[in-house]
């Protein structure tokens, strides 16, 4: 399995607040991305990033923002949570750009109240 | 525009059956790449298979397999005498190489797959 870890693994929070949760991996991969998955929508890009402090939007990418310092951490954060931003989101990696599979973290579930 | 459509929502099956899981997908694209991921009741997503559009062979993997027709722009996925633990939501997805910096992948609706005992 790839080494990839989430935290939160669940989170509780109310509107307005901000919230950062985080995606660490042990691979060294260059590419790592955050979805969000919400029910009849499978999963829905948010942000992705193609190496250190290179990042670029998805297709949700609305009222979210991403940092990468480290090649191994891929921080979201929800700069003023909403309810509509509760859901289920995943972190995946990619060894190269080349359509690479990608591997999926445990998941972190963010409920806002 | 990329897109892929699993049409079917829900399945249910008596263990020891058979199962289809379609999947339809839209691209441009020449060369492009499809996959199918597992997600069961524990919420992990895991990846099963990775199919670029070159290979029209089907892929069998134990009890396994999928027929990739780019006639009908399909990518199926079969599950041989299921079993309980095949009991997952199921995501076929769509990579079109190449497109900007990274492998983005647009991901079906899924397919839910209750196997009963």
């Known amino acids: 399995d790839a080494g990839i870890t989430q935290s939160p693994r669940h989170k509780v929070t109310e509107t307005g607040t901000p919230v950062t949760l985080r995606c660490h991996q042990t691979e060294n991969h260059r590419y790592m991305y955050w979805y969000r998955q919400d029910p009849g929508h499978g999963l829905r890009l948010i942000h992705y990033?193609?190496?250190?402090?290179?990042?670029d939007k998805g297709e949700v990418s609305d009222g979210y923002s991403v940092s990468r310092s480290k090649t191994e951490d891929f921080l979201l954060t929800l700069e003023s949570a909403t309810s509509s931003q509760t859901s289920v989101y995943f972190c995946a990696i990619s060894e190269s750009s080349d359509a690479d599979t990608q591997y999926f973290g445990p998941g972190t579930r963010l409920t806002v109240l | 525009a990329q897109k892929v459509t699993q049409a079917q929502t829900e399945i249910s099956v008596v263990e020891k059956e058979d199962v289809t899981l379609d999947c339809v997908y839209e691209t441009r694209d020449t060369t492009y790449y499809l996959f199918w991921y597992k997600q069961p009741p524990s919420g992990e997503l895991v990846f099963l298979i990775r199919r670029n559009s070159f290979d029209e062979q089907n892929e069998i993997s134990g009890r396994y397999s999928w027929n990739f027709q780019k006639s009908t722009s399909s990518f199926n996925f079969t599950i041989t005498a299921s079993q309980v633990v095949d009991s997952a939501v199921y995501f076929c997805?769509?990579?079109?190489?190449?497109?900007?910096?990274?492998?983005?992948?647009?991901f079906g609706s899924g397919t839910r797959l209750s196997i009963r005992p």
């Open positions: 990033s193609y190496g250190v402090k290179d990042t």
């Open positions: 997805a769509l990579s079109e190489a190449g497109y900007s910096s990274a492998s983005k992948i647009i």
